[in-house]
């Protein structure tokens, strides 16, 4: 089966750092996806990760291990402008190179 | 500019009257698809498409028609539309295979009453 999990809602404070962790299990994994997405708006790509370890964009990590099934996206020096949801998302070469998204986690950064 | 486009961005309707909700993208991507985002469920997909004339079901396919005619363009049709289709839309394309991540449009808000 498939099946992705994280965290429903997170709160941080301006200028932090923040980790948000997703774990997921799929029987082709061929990829993993960060997206951020914005109240009413559409989801927009942050990072990919297909090997293991680290990636690093910014202000902006996305972390893998394919062996424990996890991921991480750590935000750092937050800003009242992350405040968003942040989607994971595994893609499966078993179901036609399909993406399966997580619920998202709703971030909020206070100041 | 890279881009994928929906229409309309907003639409309201009644209980079985049927629309199309468009969807083109300039990038010549061979892989489209088609979610909805509902409070509480995330992100599900309806209808995907891996080339033209190559559609296939997705999680929640029951009361959607889609077509791939052309590459660029991938219509959702509801044929009698119903209050639980009453959702956010999303439409998406990427390359197929490797990486790729997916581009999204900028997403329909259909109310059906």
Redesign the interface.
Same mark, same amino acid.
């Given at each position: 089966g498939q099946n992705i999990d994280q965290p429903t809602e997170m709160t941080a404070t301006e200028g932090a750092i923040v980790q948000i962790n997703c774990t997921y299990q799929t029987s082709g994994f061929?990829?993993l996806?960060w997206y951020q997405q914005h109240a009413? /708006?559409?989801?927009?790509?942050l990072s990919?990760n297909?090997l293991d370890g680290l990636e690093e964009k910014g202000r902006f990590s996305s972390f893998l291990s394919r062996s424990k099934g996890y991921s991480y996206l750590l935000l750092k020096e937050l800003q009242m402008k992350d405040s968003a949801s942040y989607?994971c998302?595994v893609r499966d070469r078993d179901q $036609? $190179?399909?993406?399966i998204? $997580?619920? %998202?986690t709703e971030l909020s950064v206070k100041p | 500019e890279a881009q994928v486009t929906q229409n309309p961005r907003y639409l309201i309707t009644v209980t079985g009257k049927k629309l199309t909700v468009t969807c083109s993208q300039n990038m010549n991507h061979e892989?489209m698809?088609w979610?909805r985002q509902d409070p $509480?469920?995330?992100?599900?997909?309806i209808y995907?498409s891996?080339n033209v004339e190559v559609t296939?079901k *997705?999680d929640v396919p029951e009361g959607y028609k889609v077509s791939r005619k052309e590459k660029r363009n991938f219509p959702l049709i509801l044929e009698s539309p119903s209050p639980n289709q009453t959702s956010?839309y999303?439409c998406?394309s990427?390359l197929? *295979? /490797? %990486?790729g /991540?997916?581009?999204?449009?900028?997403?329909t808000?259909l109310t059906v009453v």
């Open positions: 061929n990829g996806f009413g /708006e559409a989801p927009t790509f990919y297909v989607l998302a $036609g $190179g399909k993406l998204f $997580g619920q %998202g | 892989y698809s979610y $509480g469920l995330g992100l599900r997909q995907y891996m296939d *997705g956010l999303f998406a990427s197929y *295979g /490797e %990486g /991540e997916a581009f999204f449009g900028q997403g808000r």
